[in-house]
């Protein structure tokens, strides 16, 4: 088993323990206990301890939501519709672990995680415009990035105190505020352009990964 199957292994064993003991050194030993492990696995993989847990659940739910809008005609979509299907996907897939996001935020709140909450909120904001197809690399690869964070998080929020069924009012909630964006002057024209000539949404994302590794 490589190392990233082995995490992800541990990190869907711990899931259920973090409503109850939320981010912590013993969720993840209850995990590896669980996941049928030796106790020196929590270390070895996961040597950075609880916030590279965290940061490996963001990267895990990443790959979960790229995965499924592979299977979405996400070129035939209009542009606003591509942003939301990502936004919703991702939340959708989470629903099973909507406590451990909530008690994930808790987590991300802490002083001295600031840092890794920007990070992993920008990557999952990047991954969610390279699905939908940008392939910018000037300013406009920032300003997307920055318009999308705030309706990210807040749509986040707002499904955490969402008992609507389905799920509903934050489906609303999010075809507002990407609305409130797309009104931004020139915004909308600037993103057609940037999209019109993207016939694998997922293509500049699959190139930008292999650049990194």
Sequence with gaps: MDIQATRDKILLAALPHVPFDGWTL????????????????????????MAEVAAHFSDYADRRMLAELEKRDLPG??????IATTVRVRLEQNAPHR???????????????AGLAARCTWRTVSAMWYAAGDEATDFN???????????YTTTVLYWLADDSEGFADTWGFLDRRIGD?????????????????????????????????
């Design 77 to 82: 979509l209009r542009v606003r519709e591509r």
């Design 99 to 113: 406590e451990a996001v909530r008690r994930l935020l808790s987590f991300l709140a802490l002083p001295f995680n």
């Design 141 to 151: 690869f920032y300003t997307k990035r920055a318009l999308l964070t705030p309706v």
């Design 26 to 49: 013993g969720a993840l030993r209850r995990g590896v206990a669980d996941a049928g492990l030796t106790p020196d696995m929590a270390l070895r993989a996961f040597p950075g301890g």
């Design 181 to 213: 964006v797309m009104r931004i002057p020139g915004l909308t024209a600037r993103l057609r352009k940037a999209l019109s000539a993207c016939p694998s949404p997922l293509r500049a994302f699959r190139a930008a990964a292999q650049r990194r590794e």
